[in-house]
């Protein structure tokens, strides 16, 4: 019976930002920029993370790139080849590739902070292919964190109840309004 009170009284919590930012720089590395030249608006808070750490998984579907690993993602996908035919390198240069999960699929910002996830099954890359979830990146940081939460009440339980997805999904609804109606991964 004990065990049964443990898989319901699992509690999500949406955590404060700083807490998210301290646990991902609890490791952090010697600190590397992204090249000088680069010109993207960076959100601030995206540009100290990720030049202090290494590329981190913080969920299963949300892999954070360091700075270095980024550019380079975002640099081999400018490649015209990748985008729909009618997008010019102006076009492309608007997003930038932050993240991925372990299937191939990125996660993206363009020049505005907003946040959109591309399914690599999808054809070209292109606007039109990318789902956003109504995201900037601190939202994403806590929804990464939320979706690491999830997965560890898996790894712990090995099954998740109605209740804990009735749960999962409620706080998708409170980090995004649509998250919940686009979430690109099975729940």
């Known amino acids: 019976m004990l065990c049964a009170n443990l898989k319901t009284n699992v509690m999500l919590t949406i955590k404060p930002v700083e807490e998210i930012i301290n646990k991902l720089l609890s490791k952090s590395q ?3 920029n992204f090249p000088k030249a680069l010109n993207f608006p960076f959100d601030q808070l995206y540009s100290d993370i ?3 750490i290494k590329t981190t998984e913080i969920s299963s579907e949300c ?5 270095v690993e980024a550019f380079i993602e975002t640099k081999e996908a400018s490649d015209t080849d990748y985008w ?3 997008y010019t390198i102006d076009d492309i240069a608007k997003f930038w590739i932050f993240g991925r999960n372990g299937q191939g699929d990125l996660w993206l910002f363009d020049n505005e902070s907003k946040v959109y996830f591309y399914d690599h099954n999808m054809e070209q890359m292109c606007k039109n292919n990318f789902v956003e979830l109504n995201l900037n990146f601190e939202k994403w940081l806590q929804f990464a964190d939320l ?8 790894e712990t339980e090995n099954e998740i109840t109605e209740q804990q997805k009735a749960e999962y999904k409620e706080k998708l ?3 995004s309004s649509i998250l919940l109606t686009k979430y690109p991964f099975e729940i």
Do not use: G
């Open 147 to 154: 979706n690491n939460q999830f997965d560890d009440i898996y």
């Open 50 to 52: 990720t030049t202090q």
């Open 63 to 67: 892999i954070l790139l360091d700075s």
């Open 30 to 32: 010697l600190r590397r």
């Open 84 to 86: 729909a035919e009618n």
């Open 173 to 175: 609804n409170e980090v």
